[in-house]
């Protein structure tokens, strides 16, 4: 079995939100239950807390920017309107004519 050379591409936001939630839970426990919460409401505000900071981490670190538009993409032609709204509005005249 071949490993691989090169590190995949992370296509699941999973991969980047779990490990900084359950980091970032762990400090909002802590912080809750020093502050004195008790302990099943200081899971839940961590839980919440953990997932808000883990979603805001994933998307920090996510690799972004716009997508490249592709000439041939199919897509583009679906965007291309103003053949049916002209005619359309030709049809809208040829009423107010009559």
């Known amino acids: 079995m071949k490993t691989p ?3 995949p ?3 699941d936001m ?3 939100i779990v490990p900084a939630a359950l980091r970032i839970w ?3 426990l802590l912080i809750f239950a ?3 919460y008790s302990v099943t409401v200081s899971i ?3 839980a919440v807390g953990g997932f808000a900071g883990g979603l805001v981490s994933a998307w920090w670190h996510a690799p972004g920017g716009e997508p490249a538009v592709r000439k041939d993409d199919k897509s583009l032609s679906m965007l291309q309107m103003p ?3 002209w005619r359309g509005e030709r049809r809208h005249l ?3 004519q009559r």
């Open 5 to 7: 050379k090169f590190k």
């Open 9 to 11: 591409v992370i296509n």
């Open 14 to 16: 999973t991969d980047l």
């Open 26 to 28: 762990l400090v909002f």
């Open 34 to 36: 020093l502050l004195g």
């Open 44 to 46: 839940l505000f961590g």
């Open 83 to 85: 053949k049916l709204r």
């Open 94 to 96: 040829r009423r107010r």
